[in-house]
């Protein structure tokens, strides 16, 4: 009978340690250690039993499981602010010269630093650009 308690413990250390991460780590074992609790309820079923069966139950499920929970909870990737940039179209407001260093193009109502791809062209005020990169707080621009 104490071996219920056993389980119980078991039950409640998974729970634990799942509500704690953000990856599926220990629920495979709520289904081994419910199997295994209700073994310990009947008469004469060894402790080596229910260990077994624990142990069996619980590989069963990961190795069943496991490949269609990574894939679930995988997810898309988002991208952050500066890669949605990418391939948008901006204004040169400040002449863009590679050589001297200098440039500046406005998007959504922000002012970044710029250079030109091509590392002699000259980008004139006003011509609209197409943001192919951006390198630390310098957008390179086509």
């Known amino acids: 009978m104490y071996m219920l308690f056993v389980w119980i413990a078991i039950l409640v250390l ?20 419910i199997v295994s609790m209700i073994l310990s309820l009947i008469p004469g079923v060894p402790v ?3 260990v077994l069966v624990f142990v069996i139950v619980g590989l069963v499920l990961v190795i069943a499981t496991r490949p269609l929970c990574r894939k679930l909870t995988k997810g898309k990737k988002s991208k952050t602010n500066t890669d949605a940039l ?12 590679n050589i001297d260093g200098l440039g500046e193009v406005k998007i959504n109502g922000l002012c970044w630093s710029a250079r030109a791809l091509e590392e ?23």
Request: aromatic share 6%.
């Open 86 to 97: 990418i391939g948008r179209t901006c204004i040169v407001t400040e002449e863009i010269r």
């Open 120 to 142: 002699t062209r000259v980008i004139p005020v006003g011509e609209q650009v197409e943001i192919v990169e951006i390198q630390g707080v310098k957008m390179i621009v086509k």
């Open 14 to 33: 998974a729970i634990l340690i799942e509500a704690g991460t953000s990856e599926f780590v220990a629920i495979w074992f709520l289904p081994a250690g």
């Open 48 to 50: 080596w039993v229910q």
